[in-house]
Nanobody, 121 residues
């Protein structure tokens, strides 16, 4: 069974940094697109960044230049380095795998439980 566990969230002041990690277990096929999404209170879940099996990366415009996604296939880990954090980055952050070939979340995608990121001004 596919299992994802996020870690690394916390509370920081604006301008600070955090590094999120997602430990993935339950499958070894590296052909899936994986990514990070976030959901702020009262808002819908939104795309943050994805990386496909060929290493192609996408970022939301709101995080471009500040966030960096990476994966370690040997360790089955997906990471998100977040720099220059802003209060509007405050949200629950989720990692996901088994996104479709266009790196869009679908019904069959798997999700972690989330890790909270809070950025104060």
């Amino acid at each position: 069974q596919v299992h994802l566990v996020e870690s690394g969230g916390g509370s920081v002041q604006a301008g600070g940094s955090l590094r999120l990690s997602c430990a993935v277990s339950g499958y070894t096929d590296s052909s899936y697109c994986m990514g990070w999404f976030r959901q702020a209170p009262g808002k819908e879940r939104e795309f943050v960044s994805t990386i496909d099996s060929d290493g192609r990366i996408k970022y939301a415009d709101s995080v471009k230049g500040r966030f960096t996604i990476s994966e370690d296939n040997a360790k089955n880990t997906l990471s998100l380095q977040m720099n220059s954090l802003k209060p509007e980055d405050t949200a629950m952050y989720y990692c996901a795998t088994h996104l479709n070939p266009w790196c869009v979340a679908v019904t069959d995608s798997y999700w972690g439980q989330g890790t909270q990121v809070t950025v104060s001004s």
